[in-house]
Nanobody, 113 residues
Framework: QVQLVESGGGLVQPGGSLRLSCAAS???????GSWYRQAPGKQRELVAH???????NYADSVKGRFTISRDNAKNTVYLQMNSLKSEDTAVYYC????????WGQGIQVTVSA
């Protein structure tokens, strides 16, 4: 069974940075890797996506601030988050695929002064 474990979340001040990591026990990010987030009272939304060819896409709200990357040798996908805003507060989930979809457990990111 493939497991995805997220790390790097926590509490930061507005304008600060965090780097989320999602390490998998299998090669689930070769096809694609994604980061989603869900805030209280809202549905889960796609934040960033990286394709098998390395192309990336971002939600308009995070363009220019967030960067998704991948290290297939380590079975890990990353989300570098800069210039964080209070609106970025949410639980963040990573997602991969190999034969079926796999989700991380979710990790809290709180941006507050």
């Amino acid at each position: 069974q493939v497991q995805l474990v997220e790390s790097g979340g926590g509490l930061v001040q507005p304008g600060g940075s965090l780097r989320l990591s999602c390490a998998a026990s299998g090669s689930v990010f070769s096809a694609y890797g994604s980061w989603y987030r869900q805030a209280p009272g809202k549905q889960r939304e796609l934040v960033a996506h990286i394709t098998s060819g390395g192309n990336t896409n971002y939600a308009d709200s995070v363009k220019g601030r967030f960067t998704i990357s991948r290290d297939n040798a380590k079975n890990t996908v990353y989300l570098q988050m800069n210039s964080l805003k209070s609106e970025d507060t949410a639980v963040y989930y990573c997602k991969g695929f190999r034969l079926s979809v796999y989700w991380g457990q979710g990790i809290q990111v709180t941006v507050s002064a």
